[in-house]
């Protein structure tokens, strides 16, 4: 079945950029996520990216995805305190329910 | 718009014990989905249901049994509680367009003793 893999914690200081890294292994995605979960909540949706594009920005927000290697990252620029949050990686196949398959979580660690 | 709403927010059964998690949603989606999040693992799908009056398993069905009782509301339910379904759930719904955002409630935290 489909796989999504990512590293359980990330540490940064406060005003560095944090990176956060995803594989996945079906290749008949249709849409790649990234939510964050903070302490307590539910997952929210931070932003997400069709699979034949190759880089969205939002913001603070940089999404690269690199189809070939089945490689996302998620960038977040100048971090704050309040980006301290679990973030998943999510990918949505094309088959017939439209199956989300999420990875573990990185748990995103900002140091002021 | 209170979106997705599930209740309990805690619960503490014994094994064996039965209950139902109730989730509703306020945003007329077809779309409503039951996951469990464990350490480690990510969240797994339990069922879905894709519109009103269907239902259908996820990855780990087993153990539990869900209604979809009108748009709104999808409960799910553990008939004989056991402690490998320590865990929390979150309800999710999905709104058809562009991107298929899921919005989640705020999950149910479950401890089986």
């Known amino acids: 079945g489909e796989d999504v893999e990512q590293s359980l914690f990330l540490s940064v200081r406060e005003g560095d950029s944090s990176v956060i890294n995803c594989t996945y292994t079906?290749?008949?995605?249709?849409?790649l996520y990234w939510y964050k979960q903070e302490p307590g909540a539910g997952l929210q949706l931070l932003t997400y990216i069709f699979s034949n594009m190759d880089m969205k920005q939002d913001q603070r927000l940089t999404v690269l995805l690199n189809k070939k290697d089945k490689h996302l990252s998620l960038r977040i620029a100048d971090t704050q305190t309040g980006d301290s949050a679990i973030y998943f990686c999510?990918?949505?196949?094309?088959?017939?329910?439209?199956?989300?398959?999420f990875g573990t979580g990185t748990k995103l660690q900002v140091i002021p | 718009n209170a979106g997705v709403t599930q209740t309990p927010k805690f619960q503490v059964l014994k094994t064996g014990q039965s209950m139902t998690l109730q989730c509703a949603q306020d945003m007329n989606h077809n779309s409503m989905y039951w996951y469990r999040q464990d350490p480690g693992m990510g969240l797994r799908l339990i069922y879905y249901s894709a519109s009103e009056g269907t239902t259908d398993k996820g990855e780990v069905p087993n153990g539990y049994n869900v209604s979809r009782l009108n748009k709104r509301e999808f409960s799910l339910r553990l008939e004989s509680a056991a402690p490998s379904q320590t865990s929390v759930y979150f309800c999710?719904?999905?709104?058809?367009?562009?991107?298929?955002?899921?919005?989640f409630g705020p999950g149910t935290r479950l401890t089986v003793l």
């Open positions: 999710a719904s999905r709104a058809r367009g562009l991107g298929d955002e899921q919005f």
């Open positions: 999510a990918e949505k196949d094309s088959g017939g329910y439209q199956k989300v398959t």
């Open positions: 079906d290749s008949s995605s249709t849409y």
